[in-house]
T-cell receptor, first 115, second 114 residues
């Protein structure tokens, strides 16, 4: 989607290796999120950020860490990848909804395979 | 690779028919609801939203109905087209909350038969 870019789009990595996924936005939105999507589970929130250096855990945060050193970038790190982290990862951005009736804008996703 | 559409409830409709996709939400404190469409290989896209002070909202060919009593949402698509084939998710949140966190349902696969 315009304004939000995820990289890489696809990655295969070995169990036990660290992996970092990047989300970059050009919309200057305050909020950024990382979700994972697995068959039968929909989208589940991993971590989110409500400002530079302000992050918090979502419902499935174990094994993941995040960093947001500037507004436009939100990094998701798998410290030691496991096969259970094989998934499609989506980044999303949003503005405070009290300002307007718009939900999230999602990136195109990163397909991660841990072998 | 495995499709996100596997293991999902599936609604199969004929082209031109109306589709109704249902969703039960979990949190009675949620007051803002969104429907998303996800095509294969893409991220979810916003379709329509509704606040809890409304029970119906219409868009172009889509209508969302909200029943707060039973915590139920539905998405109606009129004159369904092959391009409507996708996975549809409902999402809920608290409008004006500090973080805009959305909770997603597991999704429904809409398959439109020509």
């Amino acid at each position: 989607d315009a304004g939000i870019t995820q990289s890489p789009r696809h990655k295969v990595t070995e169990t036990g290796t660290p992996v970092t996924l990047r989300c970059h936005q050009t919309e200057n939105h305050r909020y950024m999120y990382w979700y994972r999507q697995d068959p039968g589970h929909g989208l589940r929130l991993i971590h989110y950020s409500y400002g530079v250096k302000d992050t918090d855990k979502g419902e499935v945060s174990d094994g993941y860490s995040v960093s947001r050193s500037k507004t436009e970038d939100f990094l998701l790190t798998l410290e030691s990848a496991t096969s259970s982290q094989t998934s499609v990862y989506f980044c999303a951005i949003s503005e405070p909804m009290r300002d307007r009736d718009v939900g999230y804008t999602f990136g195109s996703g990163t397909r991660l395979t841990v072998v | 690779g495995e499709s996100v559409g596997l293991h999902l409830p599936t609604l199969s409709v004929q082209e031109g028919d109306n589709s109704i996709i249902n969703c039960a939400y979990s949190n009675s404190a949620s007051d803002y609801f969104i429907w998303y469409k996800q095509e294969s290989g893409k991220g979810p896209q916003f379709i329509i939203d509704i606040r809890s002070n409304m029970d119906k909202r219409q868009g172009q060919r889509v209508t969302v109905l909200l029943n707060k009593t039973v915590k139920h949402l539905s998405l109606q698509i009129a004159a369904t087209q092959p391009g409507d084939s996708a996975v549809y998710f409902c999402a809920e949140t608290y409008y004006g909350g500090a973080t805009n966190k959305l909770i997603f349902g597991t999704g429904t696969l809409l398959a439109v038969q020509p």
